[in-house]
């Protein structure tokens, strides 16, 4: 069983594609909580949940009251037949975790049939479980957005950084790309150590570094220390357009 917890259309607001026109599936359920982000969202049941930014997506317990089970590739597809899109809109697959699910034949029936009708594929992943390219050649199309969880997660080291998975995915994948959430503080306690024993495992692989945050002022109050160092560093910056405009608004 898949659950997704919304879709909406909207522009790409980080990473390689910033700008680009796209629909977004947000999938429920995540393999991590990543309580050291330190977003607190409220549950429909009362209860202040503490984790990223999109932790509405993430706690299973607390929130799929509000989310949709999907039995079929076929309810998928009726989703992005209900927008009045451009033709080969971009797809962006988030979550969550979007590739707890990668197994699952709707999930990649869905994948094979968006990749049939000529869809730019993106995975939003933290780059951690396994894809099978061999099994199901569909992710050797795909573009992957490695968001690999530095320590400010609070997640532990073997769970967060799956090197054979960089690998995998980076070699296999038609495109891949790091893309690392930094706050400020992080910025002085050893994070370029961090971040070049994460890159090492696909060092000819893009790195994109974005200000950390779930509300337009702290992401405001990263960036500019995030500049400085991708300045140093000679990473790319990589701005979310979509809280710096919306800020804590869901669905945009
Ligand atoms: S891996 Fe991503 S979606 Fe999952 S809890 Fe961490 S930040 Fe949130």
């Not at 945050?213 to 701005?239: M, Q, R, W």
Request: glycine residues 8%; charged residues 25%.
């Amino acid at each position: 069983m898949l659950y997704l917890v919304e879709h909406f259309y909207s522009i790409q607001g980080e990473g390689r594609y910033t700008g680009v026109p796209s629909l977004f599936f947000r999938f429920g359920g995540c393999n991590m909580k990543c309580e050291g982000f330190g977003c607190e969202e409220l549950s429909p049941d009362g209860v202040k949940v503490l984790g990223c930014d999109t932790a509405y997506a993430v706690n299973k317990e607390h929130f799929s009251k509000n989310w949709i089970p999907i039995n079929s590739a076929k309810e998928l597809l009726l989703v992005l037949k209900q927008y009045d899109l451009p033709r080969h809109v971009d797809i962006v697959l988030t979550g969550g975790e979007p590739l707890i699910y990668a197994n699952d034949p709707v999930f990649v029936e869905f994948l094979e049939a968006l990749h049939a009708s000529g869809h730019k594929i993106t995975f939003e992943t933290n780059a951690s479980l396994h894809v099978d390219f061999e099994k199901y050649p569909v992710y050797k199309e795909c573009i992957f957005a490695l968001s690999v969880k530095l320590s400010n997660s609070d997640e532990p080291l073997n769970k967060r950084v799956r090197g054979d998975v960089i690998y995998s995915i980076a070699s296999n994948a038609k495109e891949a790309f790091f893309k690392f959430s930094i706050d400020a503080e992080s910025i002085t306690l050893g994070l370029e150590e961090e971040i070049e024993s994460i890159i090492v495992h696909s060092p000819k692989t893009l790195v994109y570094c974005m200000p950390l945050g779930g509300s337009k002022e702290e992401v405001e109050a990263n960036t500019e220390p995030l500049i400085e160092f991708c300045k140093v560093k000679g990473y790319n910056f990589s701005d979310r357009l979509h809280i710096r405009i919306w800020d804590q608004n869901k669905g945009v």
